[in-house]
Nanobody, 124 residues
Framework: QVQLVEFGGGSVQAGGSLRLTCAAS????????MAWFRQAPGKEREGVAF????????IYSDSVKGRFSISQDNAYRTLYLQMTSLKPEDTAMYYC?????????????????WGQGTQVTVSS
């Protein structure tokens, strides 16, 4: 089992920055892909950033490419999402997620481990 806990959400004005943190515990050796998803009210869940633990390769959705950066610490137990140039449309609940498969799936349904979420609100 893997446990995930997110920190760092909050409110910020458009153009500002926030950094989200996800602390992972448990049997993380089985994890092959970690990701950040988000879901805004009335919208579908969207995978915005993915990373291969150990390899460091990253994947971003078009909606955040060039503005968000996913990274992790050397122990692979802390995941980060640095968000810059935030826009009101980035407002959502952000979730940390992990799966034992590789990052060849961007579907939330393929991720077996989830955090509780942290709210990000961007005002114009």
């Amino acid at each position: 089992q893997v446990q995930l806990v997110e920190f760092g959400g909050g409110s910020v004005q458009a153009g500002g920055s926030l950094r989200l943190t996800c602390a992972a515990s448990g049997y993380i050796r089985t994890v092959r892909c970690m990701a950040w998803f988000r879901q805004a009210p009335g919208k579908e869940r969207e995978g915005v950033a993915f990373i291969y633990p150990g390899g460091g390769s990253t994947i971003y959705s078009d909606s955040v490419k060039g503005r968000f950066s996913i990274s992790q610490d050397n122990a692979y137990r802390t995941l980060y999402l640095q968000m810059t140039s935030l826009k009101p449309e980035d407002t959502a609940m952000y979730y940390c997620a992990a799966r034992e498969g590789y990052c060849d799936s961007g579907k939330g349904a393929d991720f077996g481990y989830w955090g509780q979420g942290t709210q990000v609100t961007v005002s114009s």
